[in-house]
């Protein structure tokens, strides 16, 4: 599938947000929260989203990528969401993609966390070479506990 990533506008906060919608990082942190669009518009107002595009221009994933974000170092993938109809099509990959080229410009390594219930996002991960190396408990909710995961350029 013809992809194309590039910096988030602020225009696109609420495209983004319908990419979260229909999962289960959906029904834990996003719904019924109304922060989270203000949160997006701050994250893209400071160039940390980055979406992806089909050919017809049409936002069908995003991330959210900090730099320097985890342990003042190392590039952290704060979000990542694909549309439910785009998703199994390749945008995620080519997503952390790019992820990995921005971290790795800076660092050898890079960091994302993956919530305990979100398996399906475990599983994608470890497919593309990271490892679990820690285990946050309710780190942003009560009973969900973050799994760390890193990966280092080879």
Not at 23 to 31: G, H, M, V
Not at 120 to 128: E, G, I, N
Request: aromatic share 12%; hydrophobic share 35%.
């Amino acid at each position: 599938m013809e992809t194309k990533i590039n910096i988030a506008k602020k225009r696109q906060a609420r495209d983004c947000l319908l990419c979260v919608k229909n999962s289960d990082l959906w029904n834990a942190y996003f719904k019924n929260n109304p922060t989270h669009e203000a949160t997006l518009e701050e994250m893209i107002s400071k160039k940390q989203v980055y979406v992806a595009t089909n050919k017809n221009d049409k936002c069908i994933g995003f991330m959210g990528v900090i730099n320097n974000g985890c342990f003042h170092k190392f590039s952290y993938l704060a979000t990542l969401a694909v549309k439910k109809r785009y998703r199994n099509k390749g945008v995620g990959k080519a997503l952390v993609n790019e992820f990995e080229s921005i971290g790795f410009k800076k660092a050898d390594r890079v960091f994302i966390l993956v919530s305990d219930f979100n398996k399906t996002a475990q599983q994608f991960y470890r497919k593309l070479g990271y490892k679990k190396v820690g285990n946050i408990p309710d780190l942003f909710k009560n009973g969900i506990s973050e799994n760390l995961l890193v990966k280092y350029r080879i």
